[in-house]
């Protein structure tokens, strides 16, 4: 499995991204797929992940109300909308996939395959 992130750039306080995950797989459906993100000095961070079979979605407290994770099947493609971004938002933010769904669906290191990273900086 390969990910390829993207859309990621500067955008003030207030203001909407998203971001895209491309995956190579031929049973991406089934997959679930999540969002992480790493701020300079500290630890990568869960924010949002999509269940494959069931579809039901998890985010994180900080970003609940604000971002939305959906993804495309036909287009092998998990979309991270992010809206009313602020400073503290500001990351390299990761895809990642798994083949099974983990009910430590927050914890990084249930995860076997990361993206690049895609920078999302906003200024205040």
């Known amino acids: 499995v390969q990910l390829q992130a993207s859309g990621g750039g500067w955008v003030q306080a207030g203001g909407s991204l998203r971001l895209s995950c491309a995956a190579s797989?031929?049973?991406?459906?089934?997959?679930?797929m999540g969002w992480f993100r790493q701020a300079p000095g500290k630890e990568r961070e869960f924010v949002a992940v999509?269940?494959?079979?069931?579809?039901?979605?998890y985010y994180a407290d900080s970003v609940k109300g604000r971002f939305t994770i959906s993804r495309d099947n036909a287009k092998n493609t998990v979309y991270l909308q992010m809206s009313s971004l602020k400073p503290e938002d500001t990351a390299v933010y990761y895809c990642?996939?798994?083949?099974?769904?983990?009910?430590?669906?927050?914890?990084?290191?249930?995860?076997?395959?990361w993206g690049q990273g895609t920078q999302v900086t906003v200024s205040s």
């Open positions: 990642t996939a798994r083949p099974i769904f983990n009910v430590q669906y927050w914890n990084q290191w249930h995860y076997d395959v």
């Open positions: 999509a269940r494959g079979s069931s579809g039901m979605k």
């Open positions: 797989v031929r049973t991406f459906s089934a997959y679930t």
